[in-house]
């Protein structure tokens, strides 16, 4: 289901003889201006954003014509912060610019969409060598102007699926650990060998000296890479990249394919793509947020831990537990539900979450998951009943049964939990025990 929002631009963005004018469509103020100064490695912040415009405008899977969805931009305390999901919602890509690679000052704090044209990016392709690059994110005043005039206007579809991939791969990512770093020299030669662009296959990267080795199946330490042809974009912000990092969850042998991060990191700035566990699956469906959704406590938590963020590039959960006099886990439960209305990312670098708000209204991505709808209403209706670690879910002429582990995951007799085994979150019947009588984060 697409949101169709409206955004005014004043002029599109443009490359000028003073350097990159991006234009923006909103924020805290009408067409606020969060930066105005120079990037210090203009050619890898150009392509950096090109790289994230590119994936923007991709869908991995079924490919079909680029079509164009503007990238997301924050601006906080010493960072620009450019994301965007691909058509299919597989793939997550964020440029980090760090304080290192701005020359001017963070004059205002907010989020919005930047409109990256086609004119502009050919703009910014040819960026190169020890050119200047100025940012200038908004103009310096709101010019009220017709629509024949200098204000230009654009329908852009915002899929639904945007914002709940921006919930999910914030949960996903906060369990990922460094799993690899190899020299730029070394990723250039590991990323020509992999499989062309529409390769589906689900392969393994494992650690082997400065390298790092393919491998069909999951061993302890590897990192899973599905779809490898996906990190195409990272190629233009190679030749600018001192190593490439990567991230993920642990496994085993015998693990399900699971989501990854692989970040090059140019000094002044790192550019990250995030990939589904399969090239099929969009992060909107994986469903690690619903526990984030489902609990009543956390919800109430949220609203105090969000009152105090204060744009922190990266969020201290020990300093923000003392000051809305929480427990740690509480923080981090209600950071989580946070993350489901956008207010909040997960940098995998910094092994923290930074404070953003997103154009979305803060309820949607509740409303839009079908499971969590189903889950409330069974709830409602009464059906569920509790036996110690087992419950019985009764709808209609079926009657499922649903079992809580040791380690607080829950499994369920439907074709749901059948089919997915736990991998793409609770099923709705499962979810539904959980709110009955489970406390919160009991669901994992």
Excluded at 164 to 178: D, K, N, Q, S, Y
Excluded at 184 to 212: I, M, Y
Excluded at 289 to 311: C, K, M, Q, S, Y
Excluded at 319 to 346: H, I, N, S
Aim: charge should be neutral; proline fraction near 7%; glycine fraction near 10%.
């Amino acid at each position: 289901m697409n949101a169709v929002q409206t955004y005014r631009y004043l002029q599109p963005s443009a490359l000028r003889t003073a350097g990159l004018d991006l234009q923006t469509c909103g924020g805290p103020a009408a067409n606020p201006r969060f930066f105005a100064g120079f990037l210090t490695a203009p050619a890898a912040a150009a392509a950096g954003l090109l790289a994230v415009a590119e994936v923007a405008r991709t869908r991995y899977h079924q490919p079909v014509s680029p079509a164009s969805l503007d990238p997301v931009v924050t601006g906080s305390r010493g960072r620009l912060r450019f994301e965007s999901f691909s058509g299919c919602c597989g793939v997550y890509a964020r440029m980090d610019v760090l304080p290192g690679g701005l020359d001017g000052e963070i004059s205002g704090h907010g989020t919005t969409n930047v409109d990256v044209n086609p004119p502009l990016r050919e703009a910014l392709a040819r960026v190169g060598g020890i050119e200047p690059l100025h940012v200038a994110v908004g103009p310096d005043d709101l010019t009220v102007s017709t629509l024949d005039g200098s204000v230009v206007e654009r329908k852009v579809p915002l899929p639904g699926r945007w914002l709940r991939g921006f919930a999910e791969v914030h949960v996903l990512t906060a369990g990922f650990e460094p799993r690899a770093e190899i020299a730029a020299a070394e990723a250039a030669a590991f990323l020509r060998r992999l499989p062309a662009a529409g390769d589906r296959s689900v392969l393994w990267a494992v650690p082997a000296g400065r390298t790092l080795r393919l491998t069909s199946r999951p061993v302890p330490g590897a990192v899973c890479l599905a779809g490898a042809g996906r990190l195409a974009a990272l190629r233009g912000v190679l030749r600018h990249a001192r190593s490439l990092r990567v991230y993920g969850p642990a496994v085993r042998a015998g693990s399900p394919a699971v989501p990854s991060t692989w970040e090059l990191d140019a000094g002044a700035l790192r550019v990250s793509l995030t990939l589904s566990p399969e090239p099929y699956r969009g992060f909107s469906g994986e469903g690690a947020a619903l526990a984030a959704l489902a609990g009543d406590e956390v919800v109430d938590d949220a609203e105090l831990v969000g009152a105090l963020l204060d744009w922190d590039p990266a969020i201290d959960v020990a300093a923000l537990a003392d000051a809305a006099a929480l427990p740690d886990e509480r923080v981090r439960a209600a950071l989580a539900q946070l993350g489901t209305a956008g207010r909040v990312g997960y940098d995998v670098a910094d092994g923290a979450y930074f404070h953003r708000v997103m154009p979305y209204d803060a309820g949607r991505a509740e409303r839009d998951n079908p499971r969590l709808v189903g889950a409330r209403a069974l709830v409602e209706r009464g059906v569920v009943e509790r036996d110690g670690e087992h419950a019985t879910v009764r709808t209609g002429t079926e009657t499922y049964r649903v079992r809580r582990h040791p380690d607080g995951a829950y499994s369920c007799s439907c074709r749901w939990w059948a089919r997915h085994r736990g991998q793409r979150g609770p099923c709705r019947h499962a979810l539904a025990v959980s709110m009955v009588a489970a406390p919160v984060g009991a669901l994992s």
